[in-house]
């Protein structure tokens, strides 16, 4: 079974069994993740690290590839803060790689060869990008939920999935975007 089918079958499940989609707690509950908690402690701290570091990382490659691939740069730098947070290196435990956090199928698919490698993985992430705002019709919270979550979930739900991490990545995402040099 597939990442995307996996993930897609658990929030028919999750809908399922909830009846409707439940929204996030204003305060942090037992039901409420760690990782969720975390995120959201973190944001306006990474948000003051970033401003107070200088110019964005990468600039010159993320404007090329977001020319090359038609996307907005900044919806890109967002994108790439949201999964990485510039970090060349990153891995995620399910196997994600490199500033865009790619799959591995993923990359391969879009021509990346080496996901750790920040210029491929900027190029690939822009490519994958485009293809989702293609797919749903230039919309970006339903292209950045395809992005997290996988377009079949996207296209399961008819938007963005009612799973907190791929809602919360989203508003992140636009976030970052928001206020994210040009």
Same mark, same amino acid.
């Not at 995620?92 to 490698?117: E, H, I, K, R, Y």
């Given at each position: ?26 305060? $942090? ?44 740069? %900044? ?17 995620? $435990? ?32 822009? %490519? ?13 919270? %339903? ?7 996988? $377009? ?8 963005? $999935? ?21």
């Amino acid at each position: 079974m597939s990442l995307d089918a996996a993930m897609g079958r658990v929030g028919e499940l999750s809908v399922m069994l909830r009846l409707a989609p439940i929204p996030a707690p204003a305060t $942090p509950t037992a039901q409420t993740s760690f990782n969720a908690q975390l995120a959201s402690a973190m944001a306006p701290t990474a948000a003051a690290a970033q401003d107070a570091a200088g110019p964005t990382p990468f600039a010159t490659e993320i404007s090329a590839a977001a020319a090359r691939n038609g996307v907005d740069p %900044k919806l890109l730098t967002g994108l790439i803060r949201a999964e990485s947070n510039f970090d060349p290196n990153a891995t995620s $435990p399910a196997g994600a790689q490199g500033l865009t956090q790619l799959m591995p199928g993923t990359a391969a698919s879009l021509g990346v060869t080496n996901p750790l490698d920040p210029a491929q993985a900027i190029e690939g992430g822009a %490519k994958y990008l485009r293809q989702q705002l293609d797919r749903f019709g230039g919309d970006a919270s %339903k292209a950045l939920a395809a992005y997290n979550a996988g $377009p079949g979930a996207v296209e399961r739900f008819g938007g963005v $999935p009612p799973y907190a991490e791929t809602q919360a990545y989203v508003r992140k995402v636009l976030s970052y975007a928001a206020g994210a040099a040009a």
